[in-house]
């Protein structure tokens, strides 16, 4: 084997940048997304310094900092608007989604990337085979799950724990922030209530907002990011609030649900040739904003391990160690991201503890090269 050939499933923030990691390195590899083409809109995204520092490393920083919108802290307020502590939260990138993973894309080499290529499964043998829902299928060295919360690819890994689903509901969408405070507009602003909390921060330098509300989950089933909901259901949720946030709420006119869900951390995330990462490997409750961040951490961490790997024995080692870099870590996020989900929508004005070093000081790049040095 004269370096690993590796197919990617899933052309999502983890896949994505995984796969430009590696072809920075020289190693071939194929993305395989079942979305037919570009990527809807999505919601906003915190990229937080742990996530930035990657891209940052990939060539991708003047990109970010011209789409982004810059935010160094963060307030809690309760549901009259007072405030009731801020703290720093480490030069958090807000974007659009759809912004952040366009300029990870459009980064990668031409013809790398197959869109409409859904993974039905995995078969496990000498090396991995992919099969696609159009019949086809591809074999590598190296299979990546990086398809998300249903990933097919954790399925042929093993058994994981079952879906826990939350409870509880976001209600999301933009708005035009013009014209609102400047508090508003300029930083991560939390509102905290008994049962209920919203969040929300600048997505770009023209004075959008994502918004997104934390709520007991209403009847029926959100399927997706797509399930569109009136948007009176928000207001009606926050009638009565901070002034602030009921004129930021009146502006909005297209509201998205989604029902939010975790598991328990699990591995083994890799087998005969497959490797987990992002929310396939670990997916985890938003408040803590480390989804994406956790998915390019491992994204880096995994393509340090990969990139001078000559032969099969030296890929199990590899993949080994990336699961030992990383089981620990995510699963201390995805324990801080229900007990921040628990603390915030009890009203609590210390979510998580002050002290987010260990989150936003990692150095994903480095730890990787540590790792791959001592395999
Ligand atoms: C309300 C909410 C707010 C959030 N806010 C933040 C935040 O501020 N900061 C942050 O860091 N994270 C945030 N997250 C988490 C973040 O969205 C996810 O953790 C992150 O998107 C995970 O990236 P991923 O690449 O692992 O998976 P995904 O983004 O889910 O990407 C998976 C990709 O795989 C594709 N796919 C799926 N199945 C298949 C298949 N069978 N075959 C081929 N392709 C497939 C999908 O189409 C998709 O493109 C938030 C999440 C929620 C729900």
Redesign the pocket.
Known sequence: MTGPRVAV?????????VALALARRGVDVAV????PGV?PVG??????RN?RLVLTGLGLGPALDRTGAPITSMRLLDAAGTERAHYDVGALLGLR?ADLLGIVLDALPAGLVHHG????GVEVGDRPRVR?ADGSVESADLVVG???????VAAAVGPRPDLAPSGTS?L?GFVDGRGLPDAVRHGQNAWLGLDRHLLAYPVDRVGTLNF?A?VPRPPGDAGDWSFRVDPDDVRAAFAGWDPDLTALLARADEVYR?D?ADRDPFTPWTRAGMVL????AH????HM????????EDAAVLAALLADVGDRSALTARLAAYERERAPRTARVQDGSRRNGRAFSGGSSSPGGADLSWVYGYDAPAVGLAAARRS
């Open positions: 499933v899933g052309a999502g923030i983890g896949g994505s940048t395989y997304e079942r979305r990527p919601s906003g995204l915190g990229l937080a996530g989604r290529r859904e993974c039905v696609f990086a398809d998300g919360l249903h990933s097919r976001a999301r997104a934390f989604w939010l990462l992002g929310d396939a997916p985890m409750l938003p904003g480390q989804g994406a961040n956790q998915a390019i």
